[in-house]
C-alpha cells in the first residue's frame, strides 16, 4: 500500500475469482496499446501468442498495433471477443523518438477511438513476451509499474529527469517511485490526460533544444508525481531475466525478449 492508499499489486495480494465476478458483470473491454514500429515488427507474433494465452483470458479485448508497416504484421487466431487492430504510424529516424511519440499517438486514439471503443487501456512495449496471468486485478482509474531495475533502491537512485530546464524535472526532494515507461494504463480519460501532457510537456522541451535523459518513461515518471497512480503493479508485471530472480518474485508475467538492443534499433537494413 502506498502513503495514498494505493494497492501495490503482488501475487497473493489479491484473489482473482472476487474480481472477475465484479468485472464480468460490468462487461468490460480492454484496450491493449502497443507499438512495432520499423524493425520491431518482428516481436508481435510471440507477443500477441502468449497475450492469447495469459492477458485478461475471458474478457473483450482489441489489441491496437501501432505500425509503419501493417501489411507485415501476422495472422495470429484470435479467441472469440478478441480483435487485432493495425493502426498505421510514420516511422522516426531515431529509436527515442519513436518510444515517444507513443504519448501522442494514444493521446490522439483516446479521444478519436478509443473512448468509443474500450473500457480500460493497458500501454506496453512489444518487445516482450507473456509467462503468467495478467488480468482485470490491474484495471483501475490509473496506475504505473514499478521498474525492475530500481524497485528496492532509494530515490536518489531513480533516475529521473534532474536538469531544471526539463518539463521532466523532478527536485531531489521529490518523487515517490521509479516508474517503469513500458507498462501504464487506466481508464480512456485517465490514459488520455497523462499520454496528452506527456506529449505537450516534450513537444515543449523540443523547442527548447532538451530531451529528457530517459525520453517517454522520464516524462511520465513527473507526471505521476503530481497525478498519483490510483494502483501500482509490482516488478511481477514487467521483468528481465537478465536480472535473475529475486525470492520477492513469486511470479513473472511479462518478460523482456533478449535482444541486440543496437541492431534492432539500428537504421541498417
Ligand atoms: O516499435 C518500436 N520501434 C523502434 O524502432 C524502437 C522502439 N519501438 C517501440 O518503443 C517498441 O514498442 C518498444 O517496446 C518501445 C521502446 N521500448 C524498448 O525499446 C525496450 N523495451 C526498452
Redesign the pocket.
Known amino acids: 500500500m502506498t502513503p495514498w492508499f494505493a494497492p501495490i499489486v503482488w501475487e497473493g495480494t489479491f484473489n482473482i475469482d472476487i474480481l472477475n465476478e465484479n468485472f464480468r458483470q460490468r462487461n468490460v473491454t480492454i484496450g491493449l496499446t502497443?507499438?512495432?514500429?520499423?524493425?520491431?515488427t518482428v516481436?508481435v507474433e510471440t507477443f500477441i501468442k502468449t497475450a492469447e494465452e495469459h492477458f485478461m483470458t475471458g474478457y473483450k479485448v482489441n489489441y491496437y498495433i501501432f505500425t509503419d508497416k501493417p501489411e507485415a504484421l501476422p495472422t495470429v487466431s484470435l479467441k472469440e471477443g478478441r480483435k487485432l487492430i493495425p493502426v498505421r504510424v510514420e516511422k522516426y529516424e531515431r529509436?527515442q523518438e519513436?518510444?515517444m511519440r507513443?504519448m501522442e499517438m494514444i493521446s490522439r486514439l483516446s479521444e478519436t477511438r478509443f473512448v468509443n471503443e474500450v473500457d480500460y487501456l493497458v500501454c506496453i512495449?512489444?518487445?516482450?513476451r507473456f509467462a503468467d496471468h495478467i488480468g482485470v486485478e490491474i484495471l483501475t482509474d490509473l496506475f504505473g509499474t514499478l521498474h525492475p531495475g530500481v524497485y528496492s533502491r532509494v530515490r536518489q537512485s531513480f533516475s529521473y529527469e534532474r536538469r531544471s530546464q526539463s518539463q521532466a524535472y523532478i527536485p531531489s526532494d521529490e518523487g515517490d517511485f521509479y516508474y517503469a515507461?513500458?507498462f501504464f494504463g487506466g481508464t480512456v480519460l485517465q490514459v488520455y490526460r497523462l499520454t496528452k501532457a506527456c506529449h505537450e510537456a516534450m513537444m515543449e522541451d523540443k523547442k527548447n533544444g532538451i530531451e529528457a535523459v530517459w525520453h517517454d518513461e522520464s516524462y511520465l515518471n513527473k507526471y505521476f508525481v503530481y497525478h498519483k497512480p490510483t494502483k501500482i503493479l509490482s516488478p511481477e508485471y514487467l521483468w528481465d531475466n537478465g536480472m535473475g530472480s529475486p525470492p520477492i518474485l513469486k511470479k513473472k508475467r511479462f518478460l523482456?525478449v533478449p535482444k541486440n538492443?543496437a541492431a534492432?534499433?539500428s537504421n541498417e537494413k
Open positions: 502497443a507499438f512495432a514500429v520499423k524493425k520491431y516481436f529509436w519513436v518510444s507513443r512495449d512489444i518487445d516482450m515507461g513500458g523482456a538492443h534492432i534499433r
